[in-house]
């Protein structure tokens, strides 16, 4: 589930992936993408970020497919 704290950190994601700050992220895999969530996941409070974090792998494969 997607909820407003997560929606908002869509612009974090996008930069952690587009705008690397580590060389070794560099190829555009799932892995990356998998970075860049929980890199961005990291600015919401505890519960909230391990309620995201948690549901993280089941949304990317999803979009995987």
Request: no cysteine; aromatic share 12%.
């Amino acid at each position: 589930m997607v909820t407003a704290s997560t929606t908002s950190l869509m612009g974090v994601v996008q930069k952690h992936y587009f705008q690397l700050q580590y060389e070794e992220f560099a190829s555009r895999t799932m892995w990356s993408l998998s970075n860049a969530f929980t890199s961005a996941l990291k600015q919401l409070d505890p519960i909230p970020q391990f309620k995201a974090t948690a549901k993280l792998g089941e949304f990317l494969s999803r979009i995987q497919k």
